[in-house]
């Protein structure tokens, strides 16, 4: 009895140590299968985040006014709907701005006419005063006419001068 206890002993003790490799190996497949998942779960992500972070990183560059490349993606996904709806936004948003910069040019040409304009009508002011004077005092035949007619010219030969003054600065 006490050598088949020994036996029933020995191979009991023989099982636990199978069982004990098959666990220990069993650990060691599950341990390097995680760990193969989690590098090709690394791998997969990185790939997959190339397009995102291309994305983030041209929306974080975009600059008005300038002009901003659009992104070539040839694949028909969601990531391809993205890059194209980002696309088509970088053309709006460049015609918006040329209509922007063309709306400022036409405002700042308004007021510079607006500007031009009131300065030409300061000197034509004294101008048509001044003939009005004149003829007045040509109706009038005063003595001292000829002062008249002098102060008058000079008068408007100034304004003259003014006019010609504004036509070469709005020129220039």
């Known amino acids: 009895l006490l050598e088949v206890g020994g036996k029933i002993e020995a191979s009991e003790q023989e099982l636990r140590q199978e069982i004990s490799t098959f666990l220990v190996a069993f650990i060691n497949i599950y341990v390097l299968l995680t760990a193969l998942a989690v590098f090709i779960s690394l791998l997969a992500g990185n790939y997959l985040m190339q397009p995102l972070q291309l994305i983030r990183n041209r929306f974080s560059s975009l600059k008005l006014g300038l002009a901003n490349e659009k992104i070539v993606y040839s694949r028909k996904d969601e990531l391809g709907d993205l890059i194209n709806d980002y696309n088509l936004m970088l053309d709006k948003l ?56 002098e102060k008058t010219t000079q008068t408007l030969i100034e304004q003259i001068d003014s006019l010609a003054s504004i036509a070469s600065a709005f020129s220039d």
């Not at 700042?108 to 009508?121: D, F, G, L, S, T």
């Open 94 to 149: 460049a015609e918006s701005a040329e209509k922007l910069a063309r709306s400022e040019r036409e405002s700042a040409w308004r007021e510079m006419a607006r500007q031009v304009a009131h300065e030409i009508k300061n000197p034509l002011t004294p101008m048509k005063l001044s003939i009005q004077h004149l003829r007045k005092s040509w109706y009038d035949n005063p003595p001292d006419w000829e002062s008249r007619l």
